[in-house]
T-cell receptor, first 114, second 112 residues
Framework: SQTIHQWPATLVQPVGSPLSLECTVE??????LYWYRQAAGRGLQLLFY??????ISSEVPQNLSASRPQDRQFILSSKKLLLSDSGFYLC?????????????FGNGTRLTVT | AQKITQTQPGMFVQEKEAVTLDCTYD???????LFWYKQPSSGEMIFLIY??????QNATEGRYSLNFQKARKSANLVISASQLGDSAMYFC?????????FGAGTTVTVRA
């Protein structure tokens, strides 16, 4: 069966520091991969998605970036964190079929920028 | 423009009763999928139910059913026989090609 791992679970970082969140998927090949952010009590905002190695689509211009160095690895990064980057970050994967495949989420990373 | 609208920020339901969560969507794409997710206080996103735009029948999964009215662009979730463990945030989502867009969510509180 497929599993998704996301770490760390919580993170407290000072403003201006770098960020690296990692997500890996097991049990499937060539998945679509996603990064979402959720502000407290709000819905999920799509940040990036990838349909293959090295293919990244950005949904929201910001100081975050994403990379997919391997088929089942997705990394969210920042060179300098802002206070507004605080939130709950969720990684997700889906099969390659388009609109009828659900996304399956990791357990999330709660990021607090101080 | 908002693609998914959930107009109920919060709802209370008595244990063992049914509750309906409203969701309307906006798309011009003929091929799309509609999903409902549950998010307990722990934060994980749990996939509940799926309805495809070409599906003729409403989807059901155990105590969850999706009332799909295509002409009205609505996809309401019905939870029957509510349990205390159903207390959570519920999100309606729509997938067009690769992207899944979420509504703002509805908090459901089940009372004993």
């Amino acid at each position: 069966s497929q599993t998704i791992h996301q770490w760390p679970a919580t993170l407290v970082q000072p403003v201006g520091s770098p960020l690296s969140l990692e997500c890996t998927v097991e049990g499937t090949s060539n998945p679509n991969l996603y990064w979402y952010r959720q502000a407290a009590g709000r819905g999920l905002q799509l940040l990036f998605y990838s349909v293959g190695i090295g293919q990244i689509s950005s949904e929201v211009p910001q100081n975050l970036s994403a990379s997919r160095p391997q088929d089942r690895q997705f990394i969210l990064s920042s060179k300098k964190l802002l206070l507004s980057d605080s939130g709950f970050y969720l990684c997700a994967w889906s099969g390659q079929s388009s609109y009828n495949s659900p996304l399956h989420f990791g357990n999330g990373t709660r990021l607090t920028v101080t | 423009a908002q693609k998914i609208t959930q107009t109920q920020p919060g709802m209370f339901v008595q244990e063992k009763e049914a509750v309906t969560l409203d969701c309307t969507y906006d798309t011009s794409d003929p091929s799309y999928g509609l999903f409902w997710y549950k998010q307990p206080s722990s934060g994980e996103m749990i996939f509940l139910i799926y309805q495809g735009s070409y599906d003729q029948q409403n989807a059901t999964e155990g105590r969850y059913s999706l009332n799909f009215q295509k002409a009205r662009k609505s996809a309401n979730l019905v939870i029957s026989a509510s349990q205390l463990g159903d207390s959570a945030m519920y999100f309606c989502a729509m997938r067009e090609e690769h992207k899944l867009s979420f509504g703002a969510g509805t908090t459901v509180t089940v009372r004993a």
